[in-house]
T-cell receptor
Framework: DSGVTQTPKHLITATGQRVTLRCSPR?????VYWYQQSLDQGLQFLIQ???????AKGNILERFSAQQFPDLHSELNLSSLELGDSALYFC??????????????FGNGTRLTVT | AQSVTQPDIHITVSEGASLELRCNYS??????LFWYVQSPGQGLQLLLK??????LVQGIKGFEAEFKRSQSSFNLRKPSVHWSDAAEYFC??????????????FGKGTHLIIQP
């Protein structure tokens, strides 16, 4: 058990809809990372938050947004969903702000299916 | 831009045999390299990492990896695999950037199958 909790585990929704994925980091971790895993693209870094502020941005679409709240949990919002957004979305947390200094601990992911 | 290539999509190994998973990276300077394992239905778990120093690094579960700058490689090895090693293995790289995106860049993964 990594200590990172992601909800829900599965999500099925229709195209054009909006969903929110939730992540609770390990106790004491200040950084939260979001990754998308799909068969064709593999694991893609989306965005990182550190202690409530956006720290780094990767291949995140404009239709996607995220935030980290004062209690350090994070939410990833996906809107105007398309079939191609179907994927496994992982959250990871780390103690520090740099992934190379603090190991990432991954949650078990949220599987999103867009129909 | 940094990138990681894992040439083998699938590898099948007999239980008790040795294992080597290949990873090649592309990065301008000395990168920071990682190997992660993903068991079915689970998130990723860090096996080992290389930052600097000794080019042979030891990890958890009996795994090791060797950094070879001349070959831009960071191959993962294990002398004797167990059935529980069946999983997806990911190589990843991050640059020691002072600014920009700090997220890891992952390879596409290698699916390891263990034959009894």
């Amino acid at each position: 058990d990594s200590g990172v909790t992601q909800t829900p585990k599965h999500l099925i929704t229709a195209t054009g809809q909006r969903v929110t994925l939730r992540c609770s980091p390990r106790s004491g971790d200040l950084s939260v990372y979001w990754y998308q895993q799909s068969l064709d693209q593999g694991l893609q870094f989306l965005i990182q938050y550190y202690n409530g502020e956006e720290r780094a941005k990767g291949n995140i679409l404009e239709r996607f947004s995220a935030q980290q709240f004062p209690d350090l949990h994070s939410e990833l919002n996906l809107s105007s969903l398309e079939l191609g957004d179907s994927a496994l979305y992982f959250c990871a947390s780390s103690a520090g702000g740099r992934s190379l200094n603090s190991p990432l601990h991954f949650g078990n992911g949220t599987r999103l299916t867009v129909t | 831009a940094q990138s990681v290539t894992q040439p083998d999509i699938h590898i099948t190994v007999s239980e008790g045999a040795s294992l080597e998973l290949r990873c090649n990276y592309s990065y301008g300077a000395t990168p920071y390299l990682f190997w992660y394992v993903q068991s079915p239905g689970q998130g990723l778990q860090l096996l080992l990492k290389y930052f600097s120093g000794d080019t042979l690094v030891q990890g958890i579960k009996g795994f090791e990896a060797e950094f070879k700058r001349s070959q831009s490689s960071f191959n993962l090895r294990k002398p004797s695999v167990h059935w529980s090693d069946a999983a997806e293995y990911f190589c990843a790289v991050v640059g020691p950037s002072g600014g920009g995106a700090d997220g890891l860049t992952f390879g596409k993964g290698t699916h390891l199958i263990i034959q009894p």
